[in-house]
């Protein structure tokens, strides 16, 4: 007994202590590094070079995931906080040093006290689909998976789809488990998983994240498919959009990349309450517009017309609704805006200044979901949800219902007892023809019909359809084909009296194909390449009479054709872990087609009618002139530190059309010109420079951009210039330089109860007649200021969480005034008095200045409720201010009289209520 004593003291001083030596190492284990800008399966293998940790993840979770972090004598727990900090992503660490990563919620990685001995409580009655086997089976039939062979393998894969007992959805998070070998998978967002096991029998478990187990004994002959369905738990989570992007400003090479997500666009104050993609990148460095209800916006001193704004790949002309109140796009069906200001990705062209790619929702596949909001003035709804297993649907409805706001405008404005209303309408399908082929449907169409009064209506519409297929030719090439129609057309209708009755139109159409492919070389390099064409059909205008009685003589333009075809290729490379670059370039060739008659002038003189020389007539298809050149993207980033990095990029541009436009901003009645033998090409190039650092473990993130631009071609208009149902347009057109500069500089608060940002912006915007235009010098020949150059712009944008239910937010803006041209003096010329005008654009408006308040009220977070609701009140132009649009002059009993225009004279107010069904 004595001896026994002995030796359990002896086992208790040997072996109890070593074992909690052995258990304090592996909890003391301890990580040291810098990660900079890497790529989260990078950074997995790096931690499991240094550790006995091994990670398990879905790729698809985490592709879009770069970490930037450094570690000294860190626990993995306190790196992986720091990791996914911020991100929809959880961890779990199993007691073998098991690392699962997951969505959404983390795994649970214990399994029950009787998982391995009372099997027989597990026993339920589920459905089990295989593709070659009817269904209902009892969970412990023997599976036969698989066809044996020869080939002398001593392991199989086993591939299946976990999906809901009642509902039939993917199950995301299912771990699925095979005890003997202690093998583990975790189904992916489709509920699909892989697990590789020794060939022969096994019994494999399937618990979801509620702890619901199944089970399924499998002979396992070869690699094989296994389907399983299993009771569901259900999660109520707040729909919140959680933005990723916190160090994507310093470890991407692109610079002038601004992202925006809908839970970021809803907290900034909109006029009459409806989320705005358009009025939401206005608050972002770089980005002006030339004033309130004003359609476009400028990029760093380029015009309207220089940005590509894209939705589901179908290119917008006219994004707006009534007269720029409102966006083209309905906000319940955004996913999220990419805007690219500089650094441009090689894959996108055709436009000077930027992109906005406007990403539509597919539907989710779990539910039908209704979304819906009541305003003040508009009314939207949207449907979405699946359609049997393989297909989602997004279904969305916007209008207008009353001309109440009209009435309340500036009485002096035009707008004053006006009317207008317009509809949109998008329909987007999603279906999945297996793991490698997905096809998509991309609808929308858009109508806006308004009038100034009784006689006179303006129409114009927005038409777009396309068919994508995407296919993964391997885990690392993948491949997507988009060929679609886009069409835009203005429509006038006088009917002022039934001799000058009229109808005048305009008309765009584009057909387009699109091969775009992306392919993973290795960790460091990635390669897009691909092929881009346009075919470009313009009725540049026409004009003809309105009933019996009309003496209005029929006119049109010549139609044009044009032809654009680009290819690409671009890669990029991962350097070293502190050096990365984006390069690229896109080579472009523009075919203007006939049938068409060009007017030929005689060489170095001025393009005008006394030089014209002749004209020739081209067939149907035939080339009547080609221009062609390549366009280079390069960027690149070196990371100081985990926490900051500097910036470079040089990229240049061609556009091939020309919006031909007097005012500052796009109108309905604008009219786009396609390049031509007399009018050239515009070409542009921009270099940039950058410093990027995240402060405090990135609750701040600060940003500074300074920018250089120069551009050739561009259209300015020669005094009296006449733009419409002009056949010779050559004729009223000056070829320009322009030249822009600037510095911007972004503070935003990510986290906390109080976030936002705020933005600076100083730039220029420049125009000089070109050195070889031998028509009229503008100022002499000078630079001058452009329409829309305004040098100092401000934004502040703060958000302020009251509680879970209630928060506030406010939008405050300050810009200079934009230039104008005013009359300076008045002299006698031939016996009548004339007017002198200034140089052009010598003068500005006065600044501008707005602020806009509003309150948001979450309804009650009961899980169970018909609808989750919603409301936003607030006010547009808090303070009333009469912020000045244009100063125009008019002689009133001969006397030259000033007045100020000015939209939003007084305080707007809005209520708008939304609901989810």
Not at 40 to 69: G, H, M
Request: hydrophobic share 35%.
């Amino acid at each position: 007994m004595n001896r026994l004593i002995i030796l359990l003291v002896f086992f208790g001083i040997c072996v109890i202590p070593k074992s909690w030596a052995q258990e304090t190492i592996r909890a003391e284990e301890r990580i040291s590094g810098l990660f900079p800008g890497l790529s989260f399966p990078r950074f997995a293998q790096q931690i499991e070079s240094q550790t006995s940790y091994k990670f398990y993840f879905s790729k698809e979770d985490v592709a879009d995931l770069i970490v930037n972090i450094s570690a000294k004598d860190n626990t993995i727990r306190q790196v992986l906080d720091g990791v996914f900090d911020g991100k929809d992503l959880k961890y779990s660490i199993d007691e073998k040093n098991r690392i699962f990563i997951t969505k959404g919620k983390a795994l649970d990685t214990s399994l029950p006290l009787d998982f391995f001995t009372q099997v027989s409580e597990l026993e339920k009655d589920s459905i089990l689909r295989q593709s070659d086997i009817n269904r209902a089976f009892s969970r412990n039939k023997l599976y036969v998976i698989g066809k044996a062979d020869n080939s002398g393998k001593t392991e199989a894969v086993l591939r299946g789809k976990v999906t809901g007992l009642e509902t039939g959805n993917p199950v995301f998070g299912a771990v699925i488990f095979e005890k003997i070998n202690y093998t583990r998978a975790i189904a992916n967002q489709d509920g699909q998983f892989e697990i590789k096991l020794p060939i022969g029998r096994h019994t494999i478990f399937i618990q979801n994240l509620g702890g619901f187990v199944e089970q399924r004994q499998i002979s396992l002959q070869g690699d094989g498919v296994l389907d399983v369905a299993i009771e569901e738990n259900i999660i109520s989570l707040s729909e919140v959009t959680i933005s990723s992007e916190k160090m994507t400003n310093i470890s991407r090479p692109e610079m002038g990349v601004q992202k925006l997500n809908m839970e970021t666009m809803r907290q900034i104050p909109a006029i009459l309450g409806e989320v705005d993609i358009i009025r939401s990148i206005l608050t972002l460095p770089g980005v002006q517009t030339v004033g309130e209800a004003s359609v476009g916006f400028n990029v760093r001193g380029g015009a309207a017309d220089q940005n590509l704004i894209l939705f589901n790949h179908a290119t917008i002309y006219n994004p707006s609704h009534l007269f720029g109140l409102f966006s083209a796009f309905n906000p319940d069906l955004v996913e999220s805006v990419d805007l690219y200001k500089a650094g441009i990705p090689v894959q996108y062209g055709g436009r000077l200044s930027s992109v906005l790619d406007v990403h539509a929702k597919y539907g989710n596949d779990e539910k039908i979901t209704v979304r819906g909001g009541i305003g003040l003035l508009t009314g939207r709804i949207s449907v979405e949800g699946p359609v049997g297993e393989k297909t989602t649907f997004a279904l969305g409805a916007r209008s207008t219902y009353s001309d109440w706001l009209l009435d309340i405008l500036e009485e002096n404005t035009d707008f004053k007892d006006g009317r207008a209303n317009f509809y949109d309408l998008n329909l987007n399908v999603s279906h999945k023809l297996n793991d490698k082929n997905i096809i998509r449907l991309n609808t929308y169409g858009s109508n806006d019909s308004f009038g100034f009064d009784r006689d006179t209506t303006f129409m114009y519409q927005n038409r777009s359809i396309n068919l994508g297929w995407t296919h993964y030719f391997s885990d690392r090439l993948e491949g997507e084909f988009v060929a679609g129609r886009d069409n835009y057309q203005f429509d006038i209708e006088g009917r002022d009296n039934p001799t000058n009755s009229y109808d005048f139109g305009f008309g765009i159409k584009q057909d387009f194909f699109k091969a775009n492919f992306s392919y993973e070389y290795d960790l460091r390099h990635t390669f897009t390449f691909g092929l881009n064409t346009i075919r470009y059909g313009l009725n540049p205008g026409f004009i003809q009479p309105a009933g019996p009685e009309s003496i209005v003589i029929p006119e049109e333009v010549n139609p044009e054709q044009a032809l654009e075809t680009s290819i690409y290729i671009g890669d990029n490379f991962e350097v070293t872990d502190e050096f990365s670059i984006n390069f690229g370039m896109r080579y472009a060739v523009y075919n203007y087609l006939g049938p068409n008659t060009v007017r030929e002038y005689k060489p170095g003189l001025p393009i005008s009618p006394p030089n014209l020389v002749g004209e020739t007539t081209f067939n149907s298809g035939q080339t009547i002139k080609t221009y062609n050149g390549p366009e280079f993207r390069i960027s690149a980033r070196y990371s100081l530190n985990n926490i900051s990095s500097i910036k470079a990029g040089y990229n240049t541009n061609r556009q091939f059309i020309h919006l031909l436009t007097n005012n500052a901003a796009i109108a309905p009645t604008d009219i786009w010109k396609l390049s031509d033998p007399n009018i050239r090409p515009q070409w542009g190039d921009q270099v940039s420079i950058g410093y990027y650092r995240n402060i405090k473990v990135d609750k701040y993130e600060f940003s500074v951009e300074a920018y250089h631009r120069n551009m050739r071609n561009l259209i300015d208009f020669r005094s009296g210039a006449t733009l419409i149902l002009n056949n010779a347009i050559e004729q009223s057109v000056l070829r320009t330089d322009g030249r822009a500069y600037g510095a911007e500089f972004l503070l935003r608060k990510n986290t906390g109860k109080l976030n936002g940002w705020i933005s600076y912006t100083y730039s220029r915007s420049l125009l000089r007649t070109a050195q070889d235009e031998m028509a009229e010098k503008i100022n002499g020949g000078e630079w001058y200021p452009n329409n829309f150059d305004q040098p100092h712009n401000a934004v502040l944008v703060g958000n302020y969480a009251l509680s879970k239910r209630f928060s506030t937010s406010i939008n405050a803006n300050y810009s200079t005034g934009r230039p104008i041209t005013l009359p300076v003096a008045k002299f006698n010329y031939g016996g009548s008095e004339r007017v002198y005008f200034s140089d052009r654009n010598a003068y500005r408006i006065p600044d501008y200045f707005r602020i806009d308040f509003s309150i948001n009220i979450e309804g009650n977070h009961k899980v169970r409720k018909l609808a989750h609701s919603s409301w936003s009140i607030g006010v547009y132009n808090l303070l009333g201010r009469r912020n000045p649009y244009s100063v125009y002059f008019t002689p009133v009993n001969g006397v030259l009289q000033g007045y100020q225009l000015s939209i939003f004279a007084e305080p707007i107010p809005f209520i708008t209520y939304n609901f989810r069904i």
